[in-house]
């Protein structure tokens, strides 16, 4: 790094204070709108769940994250004691720029957000329960209505926690196809009105308009649309307005339930510098904790520190908290029908129906790739890779995938390898019981574009995207789906092998039959 250093303390806008790791119970981190003692659902959750796998898992993540924070706070306060470098203010200033260059305030970005979608679509069906508190899905709560979150339940809250909190509360079970039919509907309203939309939501209960036009005109336009959608479906609709998309989706979620907030050049600064990074995107909840052990709590710490913050983080996080801090960070968002960047299917086990063995877990397995195929087959879509993921009773989330130089439709391929990614992680992992199960097609592409049968690669002519092989180069095993850790050890210990005299038996010479031996192009 360039040593030239600029005559400006680094500790000019910052407390020069040791800062302390904020405590944080991991427990109950939710920011939904409508959310109430937070105290109490903390207490409540921590006694139901004492010494649970759930609880263990929680303390976890809270030892990992006290760490980070302990080692980003030393950090801190090194960096407080000299001056700052011209090079990092410099690349800072360049970034800063380039955000706010990017920061058009010509562009209107509209966003709806269907309020307590599910709850209010039972309402509907069940008017008698206007004004109860009410949760949708039994077990596990997968949305609660605003009286319910006067209570602290939110969605992810386990039943019996959520009954704890208020014994009044009213339960009734999910019907996803009630919701899909509704969202049909909903959005094909709104497409009469809009040429161009996008469908982000979970069952898209959300969308989003660039409005092209003045900002009193996306005002009227948002206002006639969310009045539109009350009086057809008896819905309401949050509306945020914003130069971004992303600053359209916080704004929407400012004033609920059915608000609506308009954010313009004049008072951009006023609202985008009082958000809580905990409510930011591109914030997690780990870096939210890390920022507050060192006093960032909202967006105008994260501008008036963006410095030190550079210096702390690694340099791709780093911009994006730069670009963030001055409201012009974005993740691309695109507009119209676009395309699907994966399709899959997971199951969720329940408590009495937990699978444990292998048998049970493969003939699962079998049954969700189905179901993901099935969705593959029907959006019109091949694949360029397959990824199988797995949670564990003591709720580790892993993934493992495998991508292809070519695009695949052939169920008898793509299950084998779904088959040899689980047997590869599950044995990781110490083949444990798991919560969860699930296979995702990646890297889509038309289906036009697949190789529908096997001729092509037993032929040749499909040499050129034939997935990436990978063979031991001492026994010619396959280690197509064996991690980076799996391959180095696996290759140690063929080395470690004594020399074998070669048999020139047939039986010596099989070789088990694999993935890469039914692709591998015959001579």
């Given at each position: 790094m360039n040593n030239a250093t600029r005559d400006v303390p680094v500790n000019a806008n910052f407390p020069a204070s040791p800062v302390s790791v904020p405590k944080n119970s991991g427990m109950f981190t939710s920011s939904k709108?409508?959310?109430?003692?937070?105290?109490?659902?903390?207490?409540?959750?921590?006694?139901?769940?004492?010494?649970?796998?759930?609880?263990?898992?929680?303390?976890?993540?809270?030892?990992?994250r006290s760490e980070a924070a302990e080692g980003l706070i030393d950090r801190y306060n090194s960096i407080l004691e000299k001056k700052l470098p011209l090079?990092?203010?410099?690349?800072?200033?360049?970034?800063?720029?380039?955000?706010?260059?990017?920061?058009?305030?010509?562009?209107?970005?509209?966003?709806?957000?269907?309020?307590?979608?599910?709850?209010?679509?039972?309402?509907?069906?069940?008017?008698?329960?206007?004004?109860?508190?009410?949760?949708?899905g039994r077990g596990l709560c997968s949305a609660s209505s605003y009286e319910a979150r006067r209570y602290g339940i939110t969605a992810g809250m386990a039943e019996h926690i959520a009954r704890t909190l208020c014994p009044s509360l009213h339960v009734?079970?999910?019907?996803?196809?009630?919701?899909?039919?509704?969202?049909?509907?909903?959005?094909?309203?709104?497409?009469?009105?809009?040429?161009i939309y996008e469908d982000i939501g979970y069952f898209h209960d959300e969308a989003g308009v660039l409005f092209e036009g003045t900002l009193e005109e996306a005002e009227t336009f948002a206002m006639q649309v969310k009045a539109a959608i009350l009086e057809e479906f008896k819905l309401t609709v949050s509306v945020g307005i914003a130069p971004t998309p992303i600053q359209a989706k916080m704004a929407s979620d400012f004033r609920k339930p059915n608000g609506f907030f308009s954010v313009c050049a004049d008072s951009f600064q006023d609202w985008f510098y009082k958000m809580n990074v905990r409510k930011v995107?591109?914030?997690?909840?780990s870096q939210a904790h890390m920022l507050e052990s060192i006093g960032v709590t909202t967006t105008r710490h994260l501008f008036e520190k963006r410095y030190i913050l550079f210096q702390l983080f690694p340099d791709k996080t780093a911009a994006r908290m730069v670009a963030i801090s001055v409201g012009g960070y974005n993740r691309e968002m695109r507009y119209g029908e676009g395309d699907a960047k994966s399709v899959g299917k997971e199951v969720t086990f329940g408590f009495g129906?937990?699978?444990?063995?292998?048998?049970?877990?493969?003939?699962?397995?079998?049954?969700?790739?189905?179901?993901?195929?099935?969705?593959?087959?029907?959006?019109?879509?091949?694949?360029?890779?397959?990824?199988?993921?797995?949670?564990?009773?003591e709720f580790e989330v892993k993934e493992r995938s495998h991508s292809f130089n070519g695009y695949l439709h052939?169920?008898?391929?793509?299950?084998?390898?779904?088959?040899?990614?689980?047997?590869?992680?599950?044995?990781?992992?110490?083949?444990?019981?798991?919560?969860?199960?699930?296979?995702?097609?990646?890297k889509l592409s038309a289906l036009a574009n697949a190789i529908q049968t096997l001729d092509r690669w037993a032929d040749g002519t499909a040499k050129k995207e034939l997935p990436?092989?990978?063979?031991?180069?001492i026994c010619s095993k396959s280690l197509m789906c064996m991690s980076n850790r799996e391959i180095n050890s696996h290759i140690d210990g063929c080395l470690a092998q004594p020399r074998r005299r070669q048999s020139n038996s047939k039986a010596t010479k099989k070789k088990q039959r694999t993935i890469a031996d039914m692709l591998r192009p015959r001579k």
């Open positions: 709108s409508g959310l109430k003692n937070h105290n109490r659902v903390a207490q409540v959750i921590q006694k139901a769940s004492a010494g649970s796998k759930f609880a263990n898992h929680k303390n976890r993540i809270d030892r990992r090079e990092v203010v410099n690349q800072v200033d360049m970034i800063t720029t380039a955000a706010q260059e990017s920061l058009s305030m010509k562009n209107h970005h509209v966003y709806f957000d269907m309020d307590c979608y599910y709850v209010n679509l039972e309402l509907l069906r069940h008017p008698e329960l206007k004004g109860r508190p009410l949760v949708v009734v079970a999910l019907d996803h196809s009630h919701y899909r039919d509704m969202s049909d509907k909903i959005l094909a309203f709104i497409k009469e009105r809009f040429p995107f591109g914030i997690g909840p129906s937990r699978v444990g063995t292998g048998a049970d877990l493969h003939q699962t397995l079998e049954e969700v790739f189905h179901s993901a195929f099935k969705r593959l087959t029907k959006q019109g879509y091949s694949c360029g890779g397959i990824a199988v993921k797995m949670k564990t009773i052939n169920k008898d391929v793509l299950v084998k390898v779904a088959h040899e990614l689980f047997d590869a992680l599950h044995k990781d992992l110490g083949k444990p019981s798991l919560r969860l199960l699930g296979v995702r097609f990646i990436a092989e990978k063979c031991c180069p």
